[in-house]
């Protein structure tokens, strides 16, 4: 299972995959003109999954992941996850940043399992009210 680079052609595929992983999800206009932004880049495992970062200086930032609900907890999320750290890292990256809310038990385990940590709390974050977890990790060291 290796990602493929995303390229701006995907930027239709991007919203129905992030359409089915989330219940407010983005456009394909908006991955269309994040994809063309010079400090984005994206992978994707195809009908699988996606993430989108955003890499500036020596930090990076994972700016969306979707997993399709039919694989997950199959290794798509960490996968993705783990080729974004090494991208990062490979762009000058030494820290990798995300927002993942409080609540989605799912996401906090992957995240953890892939060497985050917490490191911040943004409260009432989120539409629905939610508190955002601010986590972060390593690169490069």
């Known amino acids: 299972m290796t990602p493929r680079k995303a390229i701006p052609d ?8 992030h359409a089915s992983a989330f219940p407010r999800p983005w456009d394909e206009a908006a991955f269309e003109a994040l994809l063309i932004t010079f400090n984005v880049f994206g992978l994707v495992l195809d009908g699988q999954g996606f993430i989108l970062c955003r890499a500036v200086a020596d930090e990076a930032e994972i700016l969306t992941l979707a997993v399709t609900p039919m694989v997950r907890r199959n290794g798509v999320g960490r996968t993705l ?40 709390l943004r409260r009432g974050y989120y539409a629905d009210g939610a508190d955002a977890v601010v986590m972060r990790r390593t690169l490069n060291s």
């Open 81 to 120: 996850v783990e080729a974004a750290a090494a991208t990062a890292a490979a762009r000058g990256a030494d820290s990798l940043f995300l927002e993942v809310a409080s609540d989605n038990a799912a996401a906090l385990a992957l995240y953890a399992a892939t060497a985050f940590e917490p490191s911040g």
């Open 10 to 17: 995907d930027a239709r595929l991007l919203a129905v995959l």
